[in-house]
């Protein structure tokens, strides 16, 4: 499998919202880094540095979705 196709996977993964679909997609070994002090992490209250599949998965699960309640399109 091809870069863009892997990319293409984990958004479809994350685009799901199910946590098994997405802890398939990510390494154990996945960091999120973003910007310090990004808008999302502010306004969620969350750290903008994430080390793990269960850390990642548990933000776009559950943290990401108080900002988009009804998904990210």
């Known amino acids: 499998m091809g870069t863009k196709d892997a990319a293409i996977d984990v958004w479809r993964a ?13 390494a154990d070994d ?12 502010v306004a969620l209250g969350v750290a903008d540095h994430m080390a793990g599949r269960d850390a990642v998965t548990s933000f776009l699960v559950d943290d990401v ?9």
């Open 14 to 26: 994350f685009a799901t919202r199910d946590p098994e679909q997405i802890r398939a997609v990510l």
């Open 30 to 41: 996945v960091m999120w880094t973003a910007p310090p002090a990004n808008a999302t992490a």
């Open 65 to 73: 979705r108080r900002l988009f309640p009804d998904g990210i399109d």
